[in-house]
């Protein structure tokens, strides 16, 4: 595997996903509102049935538009009220909350069924993982490569994360991802699973910079910080 010429970066936008089978941000919506699948132990229905109405009194959409309608426009002002903890158009800063925090594990869950039942040719993505693997390894002197990435699912993540678990078994080196923030596994085990990258680097392990400018489906943050 032929290592990096300069230091360089690479910049995924959503052809990365979909080439794997995962949907676009455009079908995320309608596919969430058609959703009838394995509910991963949430209350699917009562999700949808709060989202449908969120989606009919606070942004006045009919059955057709719903299924148009761009998450951006739907997270920008949902956001923004939180933030600023203030009510949106009638509903409080916890129901708005929770209406965000319920529509994102419904995208979580299609996107997992979604690429669970895709038939499509993963060897491209399991190659470049190898690849940005074997180059995030090494002394201080050798290129450096990264990765930024709009996408909000974690297929990158989830395969990165396998090729690294298998490494650690083998040679007994810590490696993490290193999202460009203090990030740690939450949930039994998943703090000695997913170290943050300072920790890695601290035991002369490595860090492979994955760098996600909008977000994860998968990351949690602390509601009463800013």
């Given at each position: ?75 920008t002002p949902i956001d923004k009220c939180i ?144």
């Open positions: 595997m032929e290592s990096l010429k300069n230091d360089t970066v690479f910049f995924l936008g959503a052809g990365f996903s979909k080439a794997a089978g995962a949907p676009l941000q455009g079908e995320l919506l309608a596919m969430v509102l058609d959703y009838e699948g394995h509910d991963d132990g949430n209350p699917i229905n009562e999700y949808k049935n709060r989202l449908n109405q969120f989606l009919e009194d606070a942004f006045h959409l009919n059955d057709e538009q719903k299924r148009q309608f761009n998450l951006e426009d739907f997270y933030n600023d903890r203030i009510s949106f158009r009638g509903y409080s800063v916890e129901y708005i909350r929770q209406i965000r925090n319920e529509l994102s594990r419904l995208i979580s869950i299609v996107i997992d069924s979604e690429l669970a039942n895709s038939t499509e040719d993963t060897t491209y993505l399991d190659d470049f993982c190898n690849y940005i693997i074997q180059n995030s390894k090494g002394s201080r002197n050798k290129k450096k490569c990264s990765i930024i990435t709009t996408n909000w699912d974690i297929l990158l993540d989830r395969r990165i994360f396998q090729i690294l678990h298998n490494n650690r078994r083998q040679d007994g080196r810590p490696s993490t991802i290193d999202h460009g923030t203090h990030v740690v596994g939450l949930g039994e085990g998943r703090a000695q699973q997913i170290i943050p990258a300072m920790t890695a680097l601290s035991q002369r392990g490595f860090t492979v910079k994955l760098y996600k400018i909008h977000g994860s489906l998968n990351w949690l943050k602390c509601p009463s910080c800013d």
